[in-house]
């Protein structure tokens, strides 16, 4: 009975393994050979160099801004909270084209800020600035409210055990919360990154260029057809992948410790 | 050396207890579950803020307004260790300790002493996730007197402990009392352990009051409540 039960839990497992997965089968769909010329070999390595830089850059700022807002958050009283929930709740909540469309209308030349910027110097559309704009909105509320719940999930008493050994409460976030909390915040920024490296309707919208990789596939599909998307779609995998996958990697790793 | 009053709302009851306190001397608060002991150590401590009245320790203002919880010199020990999962059991021991102290030779004999004392040489680079609970309180313990605080609050820290341990720590604790000369309020509902770590005197607390005070052959003698006879009763 338990063999019999056990046998039933993995098909399940296994037929949502490829459900999950089907969509991927279409890489082997019979589509003619995969064009990887110069035409759009060019395009594609540029589009990795930006996508990775920049959604980086992106992740650095994210975090750098993130953290310290999640640490204040976390320590607000409920219903505030609950205000900072619904706040970054919002940019995620919103379609990608519209999340663009707004932030086109704010930030590019017939908004305060962009036309002031734009006096500087500093486009805010079509611009490597643009596109790190837009990873920022896009992902940083999938950091912070991760990152809030990776914060709360440390025990207060500890925190406070630690304020009783004479340490500031900048001491106690360095040495005791941010050491316990360093995997749930890694969890989170892999999310923000999956989300960010993968976003199309918002950067389409305010950085057409300089073009990342969901840009560039758009336009592979647009200029050449089906060949010159799926070379582009596996480079996509490999390269966006190994970050989020390490996080969980480590995770596992941690809990059987 | 320790004079508070600590005045403090609670759901059922409203606490309000003084304690005084002199210099190298211990207290004992005494009482049944849900007396308002726990409530006195936490307000002093600074875990929980008082409603009202004041705390203060060497002439040093606790309360009002609240002090910094890392600027108070006092030590801690409750029912959890405490220790920090991330940190080795040496780690954890000097904490407390400023970077820039670590290395003095005067710190480095006392960390020697209280690991010989307490016997954490075995322990010395283990994980603390990874020992036991009767060997986390020997740490949170070594932790707590490796910054030589003025005073330590007790909050039932031997709960859940075999009686040899218990023993052992209580000797621990009155000897470190004595030599480093701190002074000690320890809260538990089991008279036979605060007799032996306080043996000056109790306070018996019911109902968030003071019902009593005095030495506990007084309070054995002539128990000012029933509810304090029975619980100084003999199983």
Known sequence: ?257 | MLKTRIIKKRRELTVDVSVELAQGNSVGLFGASGAGKSTVLACIAGIEEPDDGYVEVKNLRFFPPSLPLYMRPIGYLTQEPGLFPHLSVSENISFGIPKNQRSRKEHVDWIMTLRDRLQLAPLWNAPAALISGGQARRVSLARMLARRPSLVLLDEPFAGLDRRLVRELIDDLVFWSRSVGFSMIAVDHQAEVLKRLCPQQAIVLEQGRTVQQGTWEELSRTPATPLLASLLAPL
């Open chain 1, 1 to 257: 009975m338990i063999v019999s039960r056990k046998w039933m839990a993995r098909s399940g497992a296994a037929l949502f393994a490829v459900a999950l997965l089907y969509p991927f089968t279409a890489l082997f769909a019979h589509i003619g050979p995969w064009q990887w010329d110069s035409e759009v070999r060019g395009p594609v390595l540029s589009s990795i160099r930006v996508s990775l830089s920049l959604t980086g850059l992106a992740m650095a700022i994210i975090v750098a801004v993130g953290t310290p807002v999640a640490a204040y958050i976390v320590h607000c009283r409920p219903r505030e909270r609950l205000l900072w929930q619904a706040m970054l709740l919002i940019p995620i909540l919103l379609p990608p084209l519209a999340l663009g469309i707004l932030m086109t209308l704010a930030f590019g030349p017939y908004g305060a800020i962009g036309s002031a910027l734009e006096r500087y110097g500093i486009a805010m559309t079509n611009s490597a600035t643009a596109f790190v704009v837009t990873q920022i909105y896009v992902g940083m509320g999938y950091y912070v409210l991760g990152a809030v719940a990776a914060l709360d999930a440390v025990p207060v008493m500890l925190q406070k055990q630690a304020a009783l050994l004479g340490l500031t409460p900048m001491r106690v976030f360095l040495r005791v919360t941010l050491p316990l909390a360093k995997l749930g915040l890694a969890v989170s920024l892999s999310i923000a990154w999956v989300r960010a490296i993968g976003e199309f309707g918002a950067v389409v919208v305010t950085a057409y260029y300089p073009s990342g990789m969901p840009v560039q596939l758009w336009v592979n599909l647009q200029s050449f057809g089906l060949p010159a998307v799926m070379p582009l779609l596996v480079v996509f995998l490999a390269v966006a992948l190994p970050l989020p996958w390490l996080i969980h990697v480590l995770a596992q790793r941690q809990r059987h410790a």
